[in-house]
């Protein structure tokens, strides 16, 4: 067991996928071993043809020698897994046929080495290239069986020729069944396989998406900013948060109805979404609350984005059965320092909004690093 963990180590590195192939590789050579033996056992009882033999011995382990080296390669030349296995089965199939030509009277066992080669193929080929595998089996193999009793009269009858075929035949029909079988059992398991996808996408996306705006929910902005805690060093640019929360939301679900509170609330994201560059990350916190995640920014910076979003709000408005609804939001921003918690930013934030709701709502409340605020 570890004699072959350490050649595979050596033949085929960590890799796993490369790893399988020269495991099924290496198998393939041990039943080429076994053909050999048989074949030279044969040659020495006078029974077989040392010819074929020889040509046999050469052509196996210059192909199997090929086969480890294209395998190694393949990626590099563009050579699929399942094309692969067509090659390696077709060069089986020349060799059951070349054996069997070369084989004395007990060249029916050669036969088995074929059932070996069809079976494995049922397991990695699809069903219309395990059929284009039969067709060559039986014009190959089928050919060349028949064909010897009127070339090589003295070695091959007839009878034999057409019992041996008929093997041959019923077990190309038994793996044609088999790789019918195995077919639909892959697709159905592939089919399981992406539903199982999809749905694993969909629920890390309820998971971290708001239903309602579609916005990240706080779920995903707690862990972004955990992440973040994480990952502060020195040399990382400053970063910063605000709390957003729009104004008199109360009075717009009370005078037009919670539906169009929740259209306001969509139309919100969208417009705070136009303003932000592709790292920043508008995040609903809670209710009409949004929290604002600006990576790599600094106070004066984050201002300036945060007015702009604030004018565009301002100047926007939902248009409804009951008319034209405007509506505006205040907000509280810091920039946090390099060994402030997250948290205690967003407390630091969340004193600034409140300021900004006293101070007459539609603001903008920020705060040097230094500046007090009771948090
Ligand atoms: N339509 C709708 N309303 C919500 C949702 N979540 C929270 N609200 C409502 O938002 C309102 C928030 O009201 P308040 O906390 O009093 O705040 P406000 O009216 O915005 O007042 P200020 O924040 O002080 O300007 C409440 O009436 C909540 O019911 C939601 O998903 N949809």
């Not at 382990?61 to 480890?68: D, R, S, V």
């Not at 932000?276 to 604002?292: I, M, P, Q, S, Y």
């Not at 604030?310 to 409804?320: G, I």
Request: charged content about 20%.
């Amino acid at each position: 067991m570890r004699l072959g963990t350490w050649i595979l180590d050596k033949a085929a590195g960590s890799d796993s996928r490369m790893r399988r192939l020269i495991a099924y590789w290496g198998a393939t050579l041990l039943l080429y071993a076994f053909a050999l033996a048989f074949l030279w056992i044969d040659v020495e009882f006078g029974e077989a043809s040392r010819l074929i033999a020889t040509i046999f011995t050469v052509l196996v382990l210059m192909g199997e020698a090929a086969f480890f080296w294209v395998i190694r390669k393949h990626e590099r030349l563009g050579i699929t897994t399942a094309q692969l296995s067509i090659y390696q089965s077709w060069f089986a199939i020349f060799c059951v046929a070349l054996a069997y030509t070369g084989q004395g009277p007990l060249r029916g066992a050669t036969l088995l080495g074929l059932f070996v080669v069809l079976i494995f193929s049922a397991f990695s080929l699809k069903a219309r290239e395990a059929r284009a595998l039969s067709i060559f089996v039986v014009v190959f193999l089928g050919g060349a069986m028949l064909s010897m009793p009127f070339t090589v009269p003295q070695f091959f009858d007839l009878k034999t020729e057409l019992l041996h075929s008929m093997l041959a035949g019923s077990a190309l029909l038994v793996v044609g069944v088999i790789n019918g079988r195995l077919s639909d059992l892959r697709s159905s398991l592939k089919a399981q396989r992406e539903e199982l996808r999809v749905a694993a996408e969909t629920n890390r996306m309820l998971a971290t998406t708001d239903e309602l705006t579609s916005l990240p929910n706080r779920r995903y902005m707690a862990e972004l900013l955990r992440c973040q805690e994480q990952r502060r060093t020195p040399s990382v640019t400053s970063f910063c948060l605000a709390l957003l929360d729009l104004d008199g939301f109360k009075k717009i679900n009370d005078l037009y109805g919670h539906d169009t509170g929740d259209e306001v609330l969509k139309q919100f994201a969208q417009l705070g979404r136009r303003q932000l560059r592709k790292n920043d990350v508008l995040a609903r916190w809670g209710g009409e609350e949004f929290l604002l995640y600006l990576p790599g920014t600094i106070l004066q910076d984050a201002h300036g984005v945060l007015e702009r979003m604030r004018q565009q709000v301002q100047h926007a408005h939902l248009l409804n059965q009951a008319g034209k609804i405007s509506y505006t939001f205040s907000a509280g921003l810091v920039e946090l320092t390099l060994d402030e918690p997250v948290e205690h930013g967003i407390r630091r934030a969340d004193a600034l909004l409140y300021r900004a709701k006293q101070r007459g709502r539609n603001l903008i409340e920020m705060n040097a690093i230094d500046d007090s605020i009771t948090v």
